[in-house]
């Protein structure tokens, strides 16, 4: 299993954790979850802020794919 990192734009906040991103390059939208250590540290991204979500690869044939937020740009 990998660690896979995509470069997305924050499209919409569902709630303080929960946010939809259009995936870089693409017309895909995912939800994504802020990671725990940006949680920890209060920082938030907003609508329109370019993000880095990481996944992991391996859960595709498990279950449906988690995104975490783990870096705002």
């Known amino acids: 299993m990998a660690l896979i990192y995509s470069p997305a734009y924050i499209v ?6 929960t946010f939809q991103a259009s995936l870089s390059g693409t017309d895909w939208i995912v939800k994504c979850y802020l990671s725990h250590e940006l949680f920890r540290e209060n920082i938030w991204p907003l609508v329109g802020d370019l993000v880095i979500l990481e996944y992991n690869s391996g859960l595709r044939r498990i279950k449906r794919r988690v995104h ?3 870096e705002v740009i």
């Open 68 to 70: 975490y937020i783990i």
């Open 12 to 17: 919409n906040q569902i709630d303080e954790r």
